[in-house]
């Protein structure tokens, strides 16, 4: 089971590492009093062209080594009509955040209006927004003087101070109020939000990080869009009880002269609505401005306001993972996570870190303690840093007594000591079997060296037992064998060998597991095998019958048409011609055709041995009748005119008509008539010795 718990605030691990920026009081205060940072034109009933000059107390940290950090920009209340940056209860705000590491910087804005006029009381509103944000942008400007992080920014006001900072976080310029363009008796335009007391860091907006509202409100909750500039986190605080400071819609002092205002919990509905990050804590039974005479109000305030700051600064909490048990004395690797860019401190409880780096560390547990704990803590470049513990129960190791066995043929009977506080046991027996049983029994199928592994297991780790065992089964030797032509193909299916002897029958031998053997001559040959281990052998053996595959050849002897063909292959015990003429096929030895015409014949000849292997020969024979007459022979015999030609003709006799160029034309006497005109021969056979040819013009 992976056990990890992260903080939900860093207080709850008391990581000992660092020491609490932003939460424990750490530093002295150093006052930097009425800096100015801008000047803008008061309310002025008279209308005349004057500046108020602007200034800001500055409250820093004394022994903070940072070179910037967090800000708290705080803002009076006192409706607009009376208050200053030194507040009654300015002393408690300073005293709690400054020496935990907060910048505090108090501003002046101005004051004054038409009391009879909500209009008026608009315009109050919207100059107090203009002067924040002139102070934001001095501040921003000179962030390296001061030593201000401008990302991480908190407006914080009480009262009207509030409502300045509200509307500074959530109102946009498009959202101006008309009545800061004038109003009767009040004609003067204010301009733009950013453009008023000075033009310190270009006149541009400054984001705050969050906002801590006490008592405040605004004129409109539809200004808090669904938009990355308005998903500022707000905490705010308000009496339940609060009739200046409407806590939920109603007109400020409830008085209908001014213009309705949404309170804290109408605020906090609309920022849930859209999802962004919030935090409401209604005061029971307060009124308004509770702390200036119960100053245990700001006590509450500081409570949830820590917390709520702090998520913003710290870094990502650091990630361990690991069983959320361990046996006592074990060494154990837990696996970790964490941003690279912070500093990250690891303490032990009950323990010894012996290793770290950026991925894991490893831990020696106590040998007698019953819980252990790790707290990893890590710090950002703010000082601000968030813990992760592990918590870890701790017992004694598995009892076991090792691996025993008794064996014969490769069947092993294992044994160990096994004690009743073992909740598994789990057997390897090193050839990819395995079992979850006590004393198992285990046949190996094959021989030689195997590691065996017993892991018993508790409620808090594991132990694990190695033994190597030896099985000592005999070779059964087995083969099987084909042949093709001269070659033998063996399939070794030899069990438990690791060496093998092979014979051949022809004087040769072989000692591969899978071998592959040629024969010089055919006959019958008695193949062994000779399978042995380390243990004993075993023997077999088989007669193969090695059949050559032939090797075709014949030869021809042509006599005109007539023609002996003479096998003269090797190896062949079947024999089948083809000669070309016909669909007879022949299977003798020698062959004497007589062809039945002149031209080119293609004779085949496949010979087979008796296991079926083949060859194929194929010969080109060209027939043709010689037209030589020095070599016939005129006899007497009948006498026919052909064409007013005498011809002599043999009784009895097969004639035959060929061109001068040796081609048959005609096989019969009568074919004369069919021939075209030219010369040709009529040759007649007799008595199978003697040829009577005779030369005949067709005309």
């Known amino acids: 089971m992976v056990f990890v718990m992260a903080c939900m605030v860093p207080w709850l691990a008391q990581s000992q590492c660092f020491p609490k920026q932003y939460i424990d009081p750490l530093y002295g205060v150093s006052q930097n009093a009425a800096i100015q940072y801008g000047a803008a034109d008061p309310y002025d009933i008279l209308g005349l062209s004057i500046n108020q000059n602007l200034f800001l107390d500055l409250y820093t940290p004394v022994g903070d080594t940072l070179s910037h950090r967090p800000t708290i920009v705080f803002a009076f209340g006192g409706g607009f009509i009376i208050g200053s940056r030194n507040q009654p209860d300015l002393p408690r705000l300073r005293d709690y955040y400054v020496p935990r590491g907060?910048?505090?910087?108090?501003?002046?804005?101005?004051?004054?209006?038409?009391?009879?006029?909500?209009?008026?009381?608009?315009r109050a509103v919207y100059r107090g927004v203009q002067d924040m944000r002139a102070a934001l942008r001095f501040l921003a400007e000179n962030c390296d003087q001061y030593a201000i992080d401008t990302n991480h920014i908190v407006l914080m006001g009480s009262s009207a101070g509030s409502f300045i900072g509200l509307h500074h976080a959530y109102m946009d310029e498009n959202e101006r109020p008309a009545e800061t363009y004038g109003i009767p008796g009040e004609n003067q335009d204010l301009g733009c939000a950013d453009c008023s007391g000075n033009n310190s860091y270009n006149n541009q907006y400054i984001r705050p990080m969050a906002v801590i509202n006490r008592w405040g409100a605004m004129g409109d909750t539809n200004w808090i869009e669904p938009t990355l500039r308005d998903s500022i986190p707000l905490i705010s605080f308000h009496g339940t009880n609060d009739n200046v400071v409407p806590f939920g819609t109603e007109y400020p002092f409830s008085i209908p002269l001014f213009p309705p205002v949404y309170g804290s919990s109408v605020i906090h509905q609309r920022l849930e609505n859209l999802g962004v990050h919030n935090q409401f804590i209604p005061l029971q039974g307060a009124g308004h401005e509770p702390e200036l005479l119960q100053p245990r109000w700001d006590d509450t305030i500081f409570k949830y306001t820590t917390p709520f700051l702090y998520d913003m600064l710290k870094p990502d909490a650091p990630e361990i993972t690991g069983t959320a048990t361990a046996c006592q004395g074990d060494t154990v690797e837990y696996p970790i996570s964490y941003d690279l860019s912070t500093e990250l401190c690891v303490e032990v409880s009950e323990g010894i870190l012996l290793s770290q780096d950026s991925n894991s560390i490893q831990i020696r547990w106590s040998d007698t303690a019953s819980t252990?704990?790790?707290?990893?803590?890590?710090?950002?470049?703010?000082?601000?840093?968030?813990?992760?513990?592990?918590?870890?129960?701790?017992?004694?190791?598995?009892?076991?007594?090792?691996?025993?066995?008794?064996?014969?043929?490769?069947?092993?009977?294992?044994?160990?000591?096994?004690?009743?506080?073992?909740?598994?046991?789990?057997?390897?027996f090193g050839d990819n079997d395995s079992c979850g049983c006590i004393n198992p029994a285990h046949q190996y199928q094959d021989t030689g060296r195997y590691e065996v592994n017993l892991t018993l297991t508790n409620d808090y780790c594991s132990i694990q037992y190695d033994s190597i065992i030896v099985s000592n089964l005999c070779p059964v030797a087995s083969f099987n064998a084909t042949t093709a032509d001269s070659s033998l193909f063996i399939q070794n299916q030899s069990q438990f060998a690791d060496q093998w002897i092979w014979s051949y029958g022809d004087g040769s031998i072989d000692s591969t597991q899978v071998p592959l053997h040629t024969y010089q001559?055919?006959?019958?040959?008695?193949?062994?095998?000779?399978?042995?281990?380390?243990?004993?052998?075993?023997?077999?053996?088989?007669?193969?019958?090695?059949?050559?595959?032939?090797?075709?050849?014949?030869?021809?002897?042509?006599?005109?048409?007539?023609?002996?063909?003479?096998?003269?292959?090797?190896?062949?015990?079947?024999?089948?011609?083809?000669p070309g003429f016909g669909d007879e096929v022949f299977g003798s030895e020698t062959l004497d055709l007589t062809f039945p015409d002149t031209g080119i014949?293609?004779?085949?000849?496949?010979?087979?041995?008796?296991?079926?292997?083949?060859?194929?020969?194929?010969?080109?024979?060209?027939?043709?009748?010689?037209?030589?007459?020095?070599?016939?022979?005129?006899?007497?015999?009948?006498?026919?005119?052909?064409?007013?030609?005498?011809?002599?003709?043999?009784?009895?006799?097969?004639?035959?008509?060929?061109?001068?160029?040796?081609?048959?034309?005609?096989?019969?006497?009568?074919?004369?008539?069919q021939l075209s005109p030219g010369i040709y021969l009529l040759i007649q056979k007799i008595n199978g010795t003697s040829i009577n040819t005779q030369r005949v013009v067709k005309f």
């Open 102 to 122: 907060y910048n505090l910087a108090t501003i002046d804005y101005r004051l004054g209006f038409n009391v009879t006029s909500g209009g008026s009381a608009l």
């Open 372 to 428: 252990g704990e790790i707290i990893l803590a890590a710090r950002n470049d703010l000082l601000a840093y968030d813990s992760t513990v592990l918590s870890v129960s701790l017992g004694p190791l598995p009892q076991g007594g090792g691996i025993t066995y008794t064996s014969e043929d490769g069947l092993f009977l294992f044994f160990s000591n096994i004690q009743d506080s073992i909740s598994h046991s789990a057997w390897n």
């Open 521 to 578: 001559d055919e006959g019958d040959y008695l193949v062994q095998i000779i399978a042995s281990n380390d243990f004993c052998n075993d023997t077999i053996s088989q007669w193969i019958t090695i059949d050559f595959c032939p090797i075709t050849d014949f030869t021809a002897s042509i006599n005109e048409l007539e023609v002996t063909l003479q096998n003269t292959s090797l190896y062949a015990d079947v024999l089948f011609w083809s």
């Open 601 to 673: 014949y293609t004779v085949q000849l496949i010979a087979y041995n008796s296991q079926g292997c083949s060859d194929t020969m194929q010969q080109n024979l060209q027939l043709a009748i010689t037209t030589d007459l020095s070599h016939s022979i005129t006899t007497e015999g009948r006498a026919v005119l052909l064409d007013q030609q005498r011809v002599l003709i043999q009784e009895n006799a097969p004639a035959i008509w060929v061109s001068i160029d040796g081609k048959k034309v005609g096989s019969k006497l009568e074919d004369f008539y």
